[in-house]
């Protein structure tokens, strides 16, 4: 059971509508390893929620791509 993730950098360069700092790329890849053995709807629901609560009020900065494959 591997799990590969493609993602673009659009989730990791958002802007908190909190403290207007960006998620990051090392939170998010430990995100990603949080989530990994929920199914993949589950998951996406989780990626949904995380960025919509980060973003907050904040304008979407960049386009936001996840893409999982179970090979």
Known sequence: NTSLYLFT???ADQISG???KKYG???FQKFILE???LNFSDQ???IA???K???G???QVDDVLVVGLKI
């Open 18 to 20: 909190n403290d207007f």
């Open 35 to 37: 989530q990994h053995q």
């Open 44 to 46: 996406l629901a989780k």
């Open 25 to 27: 790329i090392i939170r």
């Open 49 to 51: 929620e995380e960025f």
């Open 9 to 11: 950098d659009g989730f």
């Open 57 to 59: 009020a904040c304008k």
């Open 53 to 55: 609560e980060w973003k």
